[in-house]
């Protein structure tokens, strides 16, 4: 099994940027092994899929996110990454990561981006 933590969330004025983790525990192999996803969810809502890097290393956006975001993974240090930049009010959310595909590993607590206008 594999836990989860996201952090590098806050608070930032639209325009900005903010770069998330996901820091990875439990099995660096299944880590390494896994394409991996960002997703993001607001209250009442279901989580919605932001963007996913295969195992080959393309990547695949949301929309709404394409062109300002960017879906990293460092496999030595097990950490996925998400590059936010040109944040729109829009983007406010819990960010989770996640493998792709199922079953699912055990959701993390996620980290809140908020934006204001």
């Known amino acids: 099994q594999v836990q989860l933590v996201e952090s590098g969330g806050g608070l930032v004025q639209a325009g900005g940027s903010l770069r998330l983790s996901c820091a990875t525990s439990g099995s660096s192999f299944l880590f390494s092994i896994n394409s991996l996803t960002w997703h993001r969810q607001t209250p009442g809502n279901q989580r919605e899929l932001v963007a996913t890097?295969?195992?080959?290393?393309?990547?695949d956006y949301a929309d709404s996110v394409k062109g300002r975001f960017t879906i990293s993974r460092d496999t030595a240090n097990n950490t996925l990454y998400l590059q936010m930049n040109s944040l729109k009010p829009e983007d406010t959310a819990r960010y989770y990561c996640?493998?792709?595909?199922?079953?699912?590993?055990?959701w993390g607590q996620g980290t809140q981006v908020t934006v204001s206008s």
């Open positions: 996640n493998r792709r595909g199922t079953p699912l590993w055990d």
């Open positions: 890097i295969f195992m080959g290393g393309s990547t």
